[in-house]
């Protein structure tokens, strides 16, 4: 005799479970019934704390509330245990990790690269072009190329470093001091605010400059206050 199919009602519960098995994690928290100690500090739906109770009274309460009880501190003696739509909830930390990953940019390390003897408006165009790295939150690379003989006068390489990091101070700090690297001497500086900061700054900054456009135009197209001239009798 052939088995019957699964009624539609089954059939759902039986890919509810096939699903839950898949999406669990060893590092995600205990849930329900696989919390398996006897007694739990319990906070309620809406951040009340309930008190220690049996984790059979606290799993009843969920269950009542139609929620799930969720363990989110387990290294406490009882475990933390909360009321609430884990489903959710697991969303929500999804949907933060997503535009957290978004909003993340590496800093890159730029270079700019110099001459001992350089020549005073050489000197402000990499200057400028170091202050724009900075600005655009990425760590800058100076190096100073040493020709011949003047291997032999480092501190002129490290006075030409320090006026540069004195000349950027505005827009970084040094992060790493003048160092020999072979024929060359190399200093980093790092920018005062990172990618992603410099990244909500813009953002921010285009919202309001949209909200300020918007304004604009319902003022333009709002009708003035001004009274209309008087018809002549």
Known sequence: MACSPLRPRFRRIAAATTRTKEEFRISDPRTNE???V???RLVGPNGEQVGIVRIEAALRLAQEADLDLVEVAPSSKP???KIMDYGKFKYEAAQKAKETRRNQANTVLKEVRFRLKIEAHDYITKLKRAEGFLQAGDKVKAMILFRGREQSRPE???RLLRKFAEDVAEFGTVESNPTIDGRNMVMVVA???NKSEVKTEQNAQRTANREAARSAARGDSAPTD???PASAE
């Open 156 to 158: 002129q390489g490290v």
């Open 79 to 81: 475990p933390v245990v």
């Open 226 to 228: 001004e009274a209309a």
């Open 34 to 36: 696989r919390i398996r």
């Open 38 to 40: 006897p007694e739990v």
């Open 191 to 193: 920018p005062h605010k």
